[in-house]
Structure formats: structure tokens, C-alpha cells
């Protein structure tokens, strides 16, 4: 039913997610981790009607800081998602992984200032544009499939680019990756770059050295630090920044907040209140391309500025909607005795 592709831009958007761009000062050594397991439901759109179900699919994003001294740290945020062949039809099994490494300073009570991302990630080539070439998988078949294999480094002068690939007989699912992720790390480590891509920021197209994760969990730190102020105040908020994928220029701005008093998890049955929905939207400088998707996340609480659900359609007959599972995930205790609020 979907892509690698599709799945993956799913990954990066849905990781969007982390919020956690300011951290409290802390021990070197002291490491936090935080575990959001989630839920995938799927649709498309085969005429005029939607149709969808639950359970296709799901995955992970793992967010994990570890301080060398109180005023340095760096914090990897880890994305999983992939389809549950066994509940679609043809056993599509499409899948993606992808990391995003950031490397954070801060001098006495100034803010927090980034020094440099990275962005690692791994997915199932495809080329699939709509329903029809969806190709469904041959059961039993060893055909070696083509993994597509990223590296974008961004500093404040400049941005660089890797490409890499694959084969592998093997089928993976999602749920147990080791192998395969395995194989991606030595191709990561050991194969030499297919092509490579450098951009200079001599004119200051970026202000500071954002990735996508990193772009996303700045605007949402925004939104959440204006929680305090009057609803219709919040609804006008607009925040926006430049990052940079694969020495690309993106711009990524918020064009939505709806406060909502309470929501639902779709499941464990958890009410949160106090959530925001984030309608976002993400453009291709270079391409002229746009990318839009929506999340929720709580304002208060232990999951605050964490997103509960993700919904993005990356093709236009095709829906996910991703729901955090709060019975499987972990979230960390914020480290004692700094100012800066941990998570926004």
C-alpha cells in the first residue's frame, strides 16, 4: 500500500517530534532517554472515499542526551517506522530509519546554542507515485532489494551531503532490525559515497545549524513556552526557521495551533489536557516543493512538548496517522537542578 519513500518522509516528519531543544543544565556524564513507541493507521484513497485501518504499522523514536559538562551536551533522537506486512494486503513491507545527531552549548544563562547537527538514515528505495505501482511482494522470493543510505552534516559555514546504497536478499520487519541496521552502519562506515553535495552559507541562508528534527523541536519549544498566554494569542502564533537536508535549504514554519482542552489516546485510553494541535508546513527552496503535516502535543505535563499523534499525507491517496501507545513508552525524568526548564 505505501512506499519506502513515503514511510520514510513519515519518519522524518513524525520525528518531528521532540521538543526537547532546551535542556537543564546538568553533571558530565548524566544521560537522559526518553522512549515513545507508537501505532500506525493507514488510508487511501482508491476514488472519492477514504479507507483505512488500524494497526498496519507502527515504530519508535528514541531520544537520548547525554551531557559531557554542564555547558555541553548532545542529544540523538533515533526514528523507526515501518509497515505490519501481515495486515495489508500483498505483505507490503516497507520501512526507515533515520538519526539526527545535535550538538548543544551554553554560557552561564544565556540560551542555549547549537553547534552543529548531523542526520543518518537508512530507507527502502522506491519510485511508486501512486496506488498502482504498488507492487505487491513475492512470497518466498530472495530478490535483492535496494536500501538508499543519507548522511547530511550541517555547521554554520557550511552543509554536506553523502549518498550511499545497498543490497540485501533478506526481508526485515521493522520489530526486529538488527541485522539489516547492522549492515547500514558498515555501509555507513566502510563504502565510499556514491555522490556527494557541499553548501556554503556565505550568504547566511541559515541562522544556525538546523536539521529537521532539531527545526521541528524549536518550533514546538516556541509554541509550548507561550502556553501561558490567552488562547486567541496562541492561535496567532506563527514561528518559523530555515534548516538544512542533504545541503538543501528547507523552510519549516507553523501555519496553524488549535488549543484543545482534552484529548484521547487512541490507545490506553490516557486523557491529556491542555494540547495544541500543530499544523506545519515544509517547503523545498530548491525544488519548489511543499510537505505539510500535523501533530498533537501536550502543553503541561510529563509529556509536554512530546507529539501524542502525527497525521501526514505524503501522497494524495495516502494517509497515516501515527498514535503514541503510553502503555510502551518511557518518558525520562528531567535532570535535577537546572534552570533553562528542561523541556519547553
Given at each position: 500500500?505505501?512506499?519506502?519513500?513515503?514511510?520514510?518522509?513519515?519518519?522524518?516528519?513524525?520525528?518531528?517530534?521532540?521538543?526537547?531543544?532546551?535542556?537543564?543544565?546538568?553533571?558530565?556524564?548524566?544521560?537522559?532517554?526518553?522512549?515513545?513507541?507508537?501505532?500506525?493507521?493507514?488510508?487511501?484513497?482508491?476514488?472519492?472515499?477514504?479507507?483505512?485501518?488500524?494497526?498496519?504499522?507502527?515504530?519508535?523514536?528514541?531520544?537520548?542526551?547525554?551531557?559531557?559538562?554542564?555547558?555541553?551536551?548532545?542529544?540523538?533522537?533515533?526514528?523507526?517506522?515501518?509497515?505490519?506486512?501481515?495486515?495489508?494486503?500483498?505483505?507490503?513491507?516497507?520501512?526507515?530509519?533515520?538519526?539526527?545527531?545535535?550538538?548543544?552549548?551554553?554560557?552561564?544563562?544565556?540560551?542555549?546554542?547549537?553547534?552543529?547537527?548531523?542526520?543518518?538514515?537508512?530507507?527502502?528505495?522506491?519510485?511508486?507515485?501512486?496506488?498502482?505501482?504498488?507492487?505487491?511482494?513475492?512470497?518466498?522470493?530472495?530478490?535483492?532489494?535496494?536500501?538508499?543510505?543519507?548522511?547530511?552534516?550541517?555547521?554554520?559555514?557550511?552543509?554536506?551531503?553523502?549518498?550511499?546504497?545497498?543490497?540485501?536478499?533478506?526481508?526485515?520487519?521493522?520489530?526486529?532490525?538488527?541485522?539489516?541496521?547492522?549492515?547500514?552502519?558498515?555501509?555507513?562506515?566502510?563504502?565510499?559515497?556514491?555522490?556527494?553535495?557541499?553548501?556554503?552559507?556565505?550568504?547566511?541562508?541559515?541562522?544556525?545549524?538546523?536539521?529537521?528534527?532539531?527545526?521541528?523541536?524549536?518550533?514546538?519549544?516556541?509554541?509550548?513556552?507561550?502556553?501561558?498566554?490567552?488562547?486567541?494569542?496562541?492561535?496567532?502564533?506563527?514561528?518559523?526557521?530555515?534548516?538544512?537536508?542533504?545541503?538543501?535549504?528547507?523552510?519549516?514554519?507553523?501555519?496553524?495551533?488549535?488549543?484543545?482542552?482534552?484529548?484521547?489516546?487512541?490507545?490506553?485510553?490516557?486523557?491529556?489536557?491542555?494540547?495544541?494541535?500543530l499544523e506545519f508546513q515544509c517547503f523545498n527552496t530548491v525544488k519548489r516543493t511543499r510537505t505539510d503535516f500535523t501533530l498533537w502535543t501536550p502543553l503541561a505535563g510529563d509529556l509536554k512538548g512530546l507529539p501524542v499523534r502525527i497525521l501526514l499525507q505524503p501522497r494524495w491517496w495516502l494517509r497515516l496517522q501515527l498514535d503514541m501507545d503510553p502503555g510502551s513508552s518511557r518518558i525520562s525524568p528531567e535532570p535535577e537542578g537546572g534552570a533553562g526548564g528542561g523541556r519547553p
Amino acid at each position: 500500500m505505501w512506499g519506502a519513500h513515503t514511510l520514510s518522509r513519515s519518519s522524518v516528519a513524525l520525528a518531528l517530534l521532540t521538543a526537547a531543544v532546551t535542556c537543564p543544565a546538568a553533571g558530565a556524564g548524566d544521560v537522559a532517554e526518553t522512549l515513545l513507541v507508537y501505532r500506525l493507521r493507514g488510508e487511501i484513497r482508491p476514488f472519492l472515499f477514504w479507507v483505512g485501518r488500524d494497526d498496519v504499522g507502527g515504530g519508535r523514536i528514541v531520544i537520548h542526551r547525554t551531557y559531557s559538562s554542564p555547558e555541553r551536551w548532545r542529544e540523538d533522537v533515533e526514528v523507526l517506522f515501518g509497515s505490519q506486512p501481515e495486515r495489508i494486503p500483498g505483505r507490503i513491507n516497507r520501512w526507515g530509519y533515520g538519526r539526527e545527531m545535535a550538538e548543544w552549548t551554553r554560557d552561564g544563562d544565556a540560551p542555549p546554542r547549537l553547534l552543529a547537527t548531523e542526520f543518518q538514515g537508512m530507507m527502502r528505495h522506491s519510485t511508486e507515485s501512486s496506488i498502482a505501482d504498488v507492487v505487491p511482494e513475492t512470497s518466498g522470493a530472495k530478490v535483492a532489494r535496494l536500501y538508499d543510505v543519507t548522511r547530511s552534516v550541517v555547521s554554520p559555514q557550511a552543509a554536506h551531503h553523502e549518498f550511499r546504497a545497498f543490497t540485501d536478499a533478506e526481508d526485515f520487519h521493522f520489530q526486529s532490525p538488527e541485522r539489516l541496521l547492522g549492515k547500514y552502519r558498515d555501509c555507513l562506515a566502510a563504502t565510499p559515497p556514491l555522490r556527494r553535495s557541499e553548501l556554503t552559507n556565505a550568504r547566511g541562508v541559515w541562522a544556525e545549524p538546523y536539521g529537521f528534527l532539531t527545526a521541528v523541536a524549536r518550533l514546538v519549544g516556541e509554541i509550548v513556552d507561550a502556553a501561558l498566554k490567552p488562547p486567541r494569542l496562541l492561535q496567532r502564533m506563527r514561528p518559523a526557521t530555515v534548516f538544512v537536508y542533504n545541503s538543501k535549504p528547507y523552510t519549516l514554519k507553523v501555519t496553524g495551533v488549535r488549543p484543545e482542552a482534552s484529548i484521547e489516546t487512541r490507545y490506553g485510553a490516557l486523557r491529556l489536557r491542555d494540547v495544541a494541535i500543530l499544523e506545519f508546513q515544509c517547503f523545498n527552496t530548491v525544488k519548489r516543493t511543499r510537505t505539510d503535516f500535523t501533530l498533537w502535543t501536550p502543553l503541561a505535563g510529563d509529556l509536554k512538548g512530546l507529539p501524542v499523534r502525527i497525521l501526514l499525507q505524503p501522497r494524495w491517496w495516502l494517509r497515516l496517522q501515527l498514535d503514541m501507545d503510553p502503555g510502551s513508552s518511557r518518558i525520562s525524568p528531567e535532570p535535577e537542578g537546572g534552570a533553562g526548564g528542561g523541556r519547553p
